[in-house]
């Protein structure tokens, strides 16, 4: 038996495809208020967006007799052929966005076309009565209680400072990619965002700070009927994760694997591992090269050469971050002074035509372009699916360190131990009857270190020490939400942590055992692992970062110790000659006198 679903049903169906959380409520209401010619949206969100959301706007409006069409699944006013969808310019074209939020949340419209308001309201999908408001020219979109009557999907919210986290990021990439509109972003009664529709500078400077601008580049090139412009870091420039970065194709936010690789390979031999590009650019395509209909949520774009795109990407940013001849042709002209016309460009079409392309790589990999710049070859890479030992490449170091845990070392006499010198400014010698203990004095340092600050961590005895400069760290919406989160934990570790205004934390006080930390290497170290904490708790992270926060505070290898104090290190070991450092390293070598006879052939 078939059964037709009814309205109610295939919402709901069609809300689980673009309607999945509150940031992508905000995303679509937002995209409609652009598509309306807004120049001021305004976005206000409480618990998270799962409680309100309302997004207000200076559009065209919605007419009365338009009002219950909004409602209506697969109403647009976008498209009206099947061949438009073959040149969409628009961010909301489908249709089915108001419909389905109104299936799963209790939404009202308040809209004004031009004369009079009008408002009309939508319980879980059930129309009510079209009513006289108040209201200026534009639209105001309010949704509440958000999965109200789906608790399947409810459940499986994230926390609100997540959600929240989730919705400023979509907000700051809405500031980065519309600047020339105002925007007002406000959680919980307080702005977090505002943007004045001044440009992308000042856009950028509005989510990112000020500071931002002296560590990036401004480019704008035409390659082949392909526009790229926007901002990239510069090549000493990094981030931890990938939050930073910000690809919009003919105005919209994408994520795209083929524009991702050719920026990551141009980055390739200036970037450390784990650390990646920021750039906030703009990638504008003939848009019958384009296919946007391709994703659920529009998050990603199909092109018709992966090729033409990954090479015109990868030769403007290797260019620039090389700083060879072509450079000057792609920095954005208000940052150089005048140049003679630059000779034609090919078209799109030429250039597909013409270029040839090297295709001997693996399949499965972005061929490398070999025709853009003469001065440097394209960068090499190569992608394959790492295998189980790759993913746990600990597990050789795990199995190691199980063997030595099991081959204990007595433990000594501290008192009895004699001091003879030491070897290269890192090696420790103490004498032991006929032993002989080459100490580490990195390792046995950073290991004492660690203790202290677990044991002191585990009677919740941690000594917080003021610093006399608060330190504020500059983060995203998704960093923030996860370190806000978290201030319980860091405030357990010795860390006074708290908001700063917008998105940023101000860390005021540290644990008094690690006064002069590097504070920005260890707060980045932890978001680099941010994305991955899914599988790992909190705490566990930042106890294996407090291990190489301790690292870095031990004495290092290399600086001379006085006698003194190299009797206070061996005193403070308290004689356990099996100890490792928090890495798994030895602290401390035995050496027999009879092995150093052998060495010398004095017995066989």
């Not at 104090?565 to 490792?580: N, P, V, Y």
């Amino acid at each position: 038996m078939i059964n037709v679903l009814t309205p109610d049903v295939y919402n709901r169906i069609a809300a689980g495809e673009v309607v999945d959380r509150p940031y992508s409520v905000v995303k679509e209401l937002v995209e409609n208020a652009i598509d309306a010619g807004a120049t001021e949206i305004s976005v206000e969100i409480e618990g998270g967006g799962k409680r309100r959301i309302t997004v207000t706007d200076n559009g065209c409006g919605i007419s009365k007799e338009d009002l219950p069409l909004a409602f209506r699944p697969h109403a647009t006013s976008k498209l009206s052929t099947a061949e438009d969808l073959f040149t969409v310019m628009t961010l909301g074209f489908r249709g089915e966005a108001i419909a389905s939020i109104a299936s799963v949340s209790e939404m009202e419209i308040v809209s004004n076309a031009g004369g009079e308001a009008f408002a009309l309201a939508c319980k879980g999908g059930e129309l009510g009565e079209i009513r006289a408001a108040a209201g200026a020219k534009g639209t105001r979109v309010t949704v509440e209680n958000l999965f109200y009557n789906t608790p399947a999907r409810l459940k499986f919210m994230k926390s609100d400072a997540q959600e929240e986290g989730d919705v400023g990021n979509m907000m700051a990439r809405f500031l980065l990619s519309r600047p020339e509109v105002a925007f007002t972003y406000t959680v919980n009664g307080k702005v977090k965002y505002r943007s004045f529709g001044d440009g992308l500078k000042a856009a950028l400077v509005a989510v990112y700070g000020a500071g931002i601008l002296s560590d990036c580049i401004e480019i704008s090139a035409d390659k082949h009927g392909i526009k790229l412009a926007g901002f990239i870091g510069n090549r000493n420039f990094s981030k931890p994760n990938r939050s930073y970065q910000s690809l919009f194709v003919n105005g919209r936010y994408i994520v795209n694997q083929t524009v991702s690789a050719a920026i990551s390979n141009a980055y390739a031999a200036y970037l450390m591992k784990r650390q990646y590009p920021f750039y906030v650019l703009f990638l504008d395509v003939p848009p019958e090269i384009v296919d946007v209909n391709v994703h659920p949520n529009k998050a990603d774009v199909r092109f018709a050469d992966n090729q033409i795109i990954y090479g015109s990407v990868y030769s403007v940013v290797s260019s620039v971050l090389d700083g060879n001849s072509r450079a000057l042709e792609y920095v954005a002209p208000q940052s150089l002074p005048k140049q003679p016309p630059a000779a034609p460009q090919m078209t799109y079409a030429e250039a597909k035509k013409e270029l040839q392309f090297d295709v001997s790589p693996l399949a499965g990999r972005t061929p490398a372009p070999r025709f853009f710049e003469q001065e440097r070859e394209p960068l090499k890479f190569e992608v394959h699916a790492p295998t189980a030992a790759e993913i746990d490449y600990f597990e050789e170091n795990k199995k190691f360190l199980l063997e030595q845990a099991q081959a204990k070392q007595e433990r000594v006499d501290v008192k009895s131990l004699e001091y003879k010198g030491e070897l290269f400014r890192t090696y420790l010698i103490y004498e032991y009857g006929d032993c002989a203990y080459i100490l580490d004095q990195h390792a046995a340092h950073e290991r004492l270190i660690y203790d202290r600050l677990r044991e002191k961590t585990e009677q919740r005895a941690i000594v917080s020490q003021p610093m006399l400069m608060p330190y504020i760290l500059e983060v995203n919406a998704a960093e923030y939400a996860f370190l806000e989160k978290n201030f319980g934990v860091l405030h357990e570790l010795g860390f006074e942590a708290g908001a700063f205004g917008g998105t940023s934390i101000k860390v005021s006080a540290v644990p008094a055992d690690l006064m002069g930390l590097d504070l920005k290497a260890f707060f980045g170290e932890i978001l680099g692992s941010m994305e991955s904490l899914r599988a790992i708790k909190l705490p566990d992270l930042l106890k294996d970062k407090l291990a190489s926060a301790a690292c870095k505070a031990a004495v290092k290898g290399g600086e001379k110790l006085t006698d003194e104090e190299a009797r206070s290190l061996i005193e403070r070991t308290e004689g356990d000659m099996g100890l490792k450092c928090p890495h798994g390293r030895p602290v401390a070598v035995k050496v027999k006198k009879s092995e150093m006879e052998k060495l010398f052939k004095r017995i066989v």
